[in-house]
């Protein structure tokens, strides 16, 4: 059973981020069910490493998407994604070290984090994007 169900609301109607939003989503439930299965450690770490590098790629694409877009509040949008960044660095680095408690807290923070994230901040600069020059030239059905 998965951490974090996609539901339609999620979406922000900017295709790439959607696409991106549901791979994170894909591999948050994949360290979910790691977690949960007791998956061989090297196997954790990957999926771990993964969920970073691509946070950190979909966070640098969001980002510039809301600077071209004209986007005002995107400084206090990117300390909230230094800030997850940090705190899963913080969380994998405890992970490795085997701490057992670990999967309660990081599942917790996953799902909430990301819903949350999604459905109030990042929805906080959907219609901005949407009505910018940026989405006019880069929407595939502008």
Not at 54 to 65: A, C, D, N, R
């Amino acid at each position: 059973m998965p951490l974090i169900d996609w539901t339609e609301r999620m979406n922000i109607g900017i295709e790439e981020i959607d696409v991106q939003h549901k791979k994170l989503v894909d591999i948050i439930n994949q360290l979910h069910d790691s977690l949960k299965s007791n998956t061989f450690k090297e196997e954790l770490k990957i999926i771990f490493t993964e969920l970073i590098d691509y946070t950190k790629y979909h966070f640098s694409t969001e980002e510039k998407i809301m600077e071209e877009a004209g986007y005002e509040d995107l400084e206090p949008h990117k300390k909230q994604h230094q800030k997850f960044v940090n705190k899963l660095l913080r969380m994998k680095d405890r992970c490795y070290l085997g701490k057992e408690e670990i999967s309660v807290e990081l599942s917790s923070f996953l799902s909430s984090w990301m819903i949350g994230h999604i459905l109030r901040s990042d929805k906080e600069y959907q219609e901005v994007v949407l009505a910018s020059e940026w989405y006019k030239t880069h929407s595939k059905s502008a």
